[in-house]
């Protein structure tokens, strides 16, 4: 008896540990559960702006079945903002509500201008046991007023590939200003603190097309995101024609580029390798050129017109359409590109100056079917480009003017015959640079315009 007895309680013995350890378990996997299975919610705003509220939800492994959007004024005024009933089954749910089109919404904001608002989430979910509710606060404060744009100046035009200014000041919750010109490209201005206000300048062109609509839209935007456009008119006089040429490709000689800009050993070049070089390599050094001249340099370091290459023609014009096709296969038209500079031809290896003061930003042996290049800061986000050189004489940092023999010109890159390929960049932005020949052209578009904008300082 006494025998069995203790074959018995050792069994209970063993037994009972097992059931609690696995009640325990179960404690902590539900308690788990209950605590950390359940979503977040992130308010990226730091203000409420006229815009809208951007959030990001963390499912966290729970089924979320709605969500609802708040905003609750301090005396406890709700307004719903958003809802929904889906089921949102991705890990992370970003919720971009815009509500600048929503005048109850923008009404209720105004209400609560330079007060705190709660941004209030409520989510219904799902975890693996049960439904609950989760709410998360957070308080903002509303900011709906946008900057102002006020005092406008500019002489209202530019030509095709052209220079154009506008002045205008902002007020003193603007965060950051910037000109459209609708076709893609954006300038930026250079600022002055002018009593409350900022004064900016901002150099600009419409690209070798008119600007869309006719109109440079004037961008400023507040700490809480706030944007006021201001559409100001500008007409671009046509004074120039998009020449079209038709260029015959020898197979030979391209295919000599082609090898040495990708150091190569190709016998017969195929058109996918010539596109290789002519989209391809020019989107990426074209790309490498716009940052490099995108940068504002805050003060002008020229002071006169530019000097074109001496005893140059001007072989080839900006904006020109170029067609190329295969000697000998002129009805096959392989590639259509636009000429974002001018050739300059005058005697092979001839020598080239810096075409007015500045400083060198770039030297490059090679920057692809631009071959040796250099590219001279010249302040106010204007630089100059000189390409397809034989041989470089200047280094990075260098200052330079009139009298700097920078390099001489050559066939270096995708170029056929000796000649000096020259580009004038604003912000990045290809411009004509014919221009800037003519004194009487940087007069009226940059001299007179930075004086006045210096001068205003001063007042
Ligand atoms: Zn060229």
């Not at 002045?167 to 609708?182: Q, R």
């Amino acid at each position: 008896m006494v025998r069995r007895k203790r074959v018995f309680s050792d069994n209970r013995f063993n037994f009972f540990p097992l059931i609690i350890l696995i009640l325990f378990s179960v404690f902590i996997y539900v308690g788990y559960v209950f605590f950390f299975n359940k979503p977040s919610v992130k308010v990226e705003n730091k203000l409420l702006s006229s815009g809208g509220i951007n959030s990001v939800i963390e499912r966290n492994d729970t089924l979320i079945k709605s969500v609802e959007i708040y905003f609750v004024s301090e005396n406890k005024i709700e307004k719903k903002i958003y809802e929904s009933n889906e089921n949102f089954i991705n890990e992370e749910i970003i919720l971009n509500i815009p509500y600048q089109n929503d005048n109850e919404i923008l009404k209720f904001l105004k209400k609560n201008e330079n007060k705190e608002v709660i941004v209030k989430h409520k989510l219904i979910y799902e975890n693996i046991f049960f439904d609950s509710e989760y709410v998360s606060e957070k308080k903002l404060n509303v900011d709906i007023l946008p900057p102002r744009i006020f005092n406008i100046e500019t002489d209202g035009y530019t030509y095709i590939g052209g220079l154009g200014f506008i002045m205008y000041d902002t007020s003193p919750d603007t965060e950051k200003t910037f000109v459209d010109n609708g076709n893609g490209d954006l300038f930026f201005p250079i600022t002055l603190k002018n009593n409350e206000n900022f004064s900016n300048l901002v150099f600009f062109s419409c690209s070798n097309k008119p600007c869309a609509n006719n109109k440079l839209i004037i961008n400023a935007i507040d700490k809480a995101g706030n944007v006021l456009k201001f559409s100001q008119k500008i007409r671009t006089i046509k004074n120039k024609k998009w020449d079209t040429i038709t260029i015959p490709l020898p197979r030979e000689l391209i295919r000599n580029k082609f090898n040495m800009i990708f150091n190569d050993n190709i016998e017969v070049l195929e058109k996918e390798d010539f596109l290789k070089m002519n989209i391809d390599e020019r989107i990426q050094n074209d790309n490498k050129i716009k940052k490099i001249t995108e940068a504002i340099h805050p003060s002008l370091l020229f002071d006169s017109s530019f000097k074109q290459l001496s005893n140059s023609k001007v072989s080839s014009k900006y904006s020109e359409k170029r067609r190329y096709y295969f000697r000998g296969n002129p009805k096959e038209i392989i590639d259509t590109k636009f000429h974002y500079g001018i050739d300059l031809s005058s005697i092979k290896n001839a020598p080239v100056y810096s075409s007015e003061k500045g400083e060198v930003v770039h030297v490059d042996d090679s920057l692809g079917i631009y071959g040796k290049v250099v590219i001279i800061n010249h302040g106010l986000g204007f630089y100059s480009l000189y390409s397809h050189l034989s041989d470089i004489f200047v280094q990075i940092d260098d200052k330079v003017s009139k009298k700097t023999k920078i390099g001489t010109t050559g066939t270096t890159g995708f170029a056929f015959g000796d000649h000096l390929h020259y580009g004038i960049y604003l912000q990045g932005i290809p411009i004509d640079p014919v221009e800037f020949f003519d004194k009487n052209y940087l007069n009226i578009k940059i001299f007179e315009p930075y004086k006045k904008f210096i001068n205003k300082k001063k007042n």
